[in-house]
């Protein structure tokens, strides 16, 4: 790469000190795209509000299991049944994510140098088992055993099961109605919609409460339908499908959120937006002719590694490669403060290295382009 003393001399100016603005002033350079100066993983105020929000949906799944059990086993309702272990399978969850919150916080040590930020996904991925064993499978066998109901239902029970589901949806809303509170916040100040919020959300317990009240609302709804069908044409058909319709929710509920967990656990890359972002910002730096790979992975929640061959310019000494070594950390913290583990690898680069580096640069474009700039939060 031809470049003169004074063109890098140039470039490291406007590295520290900004680029013109056409008024004898200086500007502060940032990557363009839709994070900057945004943490992708979130902080302690959106810890909190996922506090809140899963403690409310604790409650409301504690008091409804109660209730759905008490009124299932009095009417010998099997989709009455199948919601309270549904209820029950969500507030074992909810205490998995409260514990995910705790721990997932705890500071690094000589045995997780990277911290324990990963603790939130494997205590996600036990939530998804929970509602597969708990709630799926107990559900496919409520169906089974309403298929050999013989008689008529007890219609006073079933009343006061339709009642409690009645209340159940209520309780369940309101559950729902804060989870999606704290998304639009969360999408707001993203600067996205909020269904792509909701599409490429990253906080595990957030999106499990989403998931757990998202079906939950529709599971009442099934068993409120299940019922009714059954006291008005006295076959336990419908209740036999409206639990088999709840079991397929809750599995593919469960598939869902286990491949999420699954995909946090083994290494996720940032979104292509911010590896855009995170490649340009190398770029700019004077002393680096060409960045020719970029690694990153999420750490946690609130930790992200970055990792980055690079070759050099020619001439530079280890005091000019120490000086943009920390001004880069720097820059980065600034912008994205979850990127907190960064590392660079000097190196040469050849005909197929740049090759391969003029490609990649064009695969994040692309992806950019297909997918838009925000986020992945």
């Not at 008024?23 to 809140?52: F, I, Y």
């Not at 299991?65 to 009124?71: D, E, H, R, T, Y």
């Amino acid at each position: 790469m031809a470049e003169t003393r004074e063109d890098r001399e140039s470039r490291r100016d406007v590295a520290r000190d900004g680029a013109p603005d056409g008024s004898g002033t200086r500007r502060p350079v940032h990557a363009e795209g839709g994070s900057r100066g945004r943490p992708a993983g979130g902080s302690a105020s959106d810890d909190s509000g996922t506090r809140l929000t899963v403690w409310v949906a604790l409650a409301a799944n504690m008091l409804i299991a109660a209730a759905k059990a008490v009124a299932g086993i009095a009417a010998g309702a099997p989709a009455l049944l199948s919601e309270a272990a549904h209820s029950v399978a969500d507030s074992i969850n909810e205490g998995f994510l409260l514990t995910s919150l705790s721990r997932s916080r705890r500071t690094p040590d000589a045995e997780h140098p990277f911290g324990y930020g990963k603790d939130r996904y494997f205590w996600s991925l036990l939530a998804a088992v929970g509602i597969f064993v708990v709630g799926g499978c107990f559900s496919f066998v409520q169906a089974f055993e309403a298929l050999h109901t013989t008689g008529e239902p007890d219609t006073a029970g079933y009343v006061a099961g339709l009642a409690v589901l009645g209340v159940a949806l209520l309780a369940e809303g309101a559950s729902l109605v804060r989870a999606v509170v704290q998304l639009r916040g969360q999408a707001r100040r993203a600067g996205v919609s909020v269904w792509r919020q909701a599409r490429t959300l990253g906080d595990p317990a957030l999106r499990t409460v989403l998931a757990e009240d998202g079906t939950a609302v529709l599971g009442v709804v099934l068993a409120a339908a299940g019922l009714g069908l059954h006291m008005a044409t006295g076959s336990a058909v419908w209740e036999a499908a409206a639990s088999a319709c709840i079991g397929v929710l809750l599995v593919f509920t469960a598939y869902r959120l286990g491949k999420a967990a699954r995909d946090q656990l083994l290494g996720e890359a940032v979104d292509p937006g911010l590896q855009r972002e995170l490649l340009r910002r190398l770029e700019e730096q004077p002393e680096i002719d060409v960045v020719t790979q970029l690694l990153t992975m999420r750490l946690g929640l609130h930790s992200t590694l970055l990792a980055a061959r690079v070759d050099l310019v020619d001439g530079l000494d280890s005091d000019d490669v120490e000086a943009m070594s920390q001004r880069l950390r720097e820059s980065v913290a600034a912008s994205w403060p979850h990127v907190d583990q960064v590392f660079l690898d000097a190196t040469h680069a050849g005909s197929a290295e740049r090759s391969a580096a003029r490609k990649y640069r064009d695969e994040l474009d692309e992806a950019v382009a297909e997918d838009g700039p925000g986020p992945r939060l």
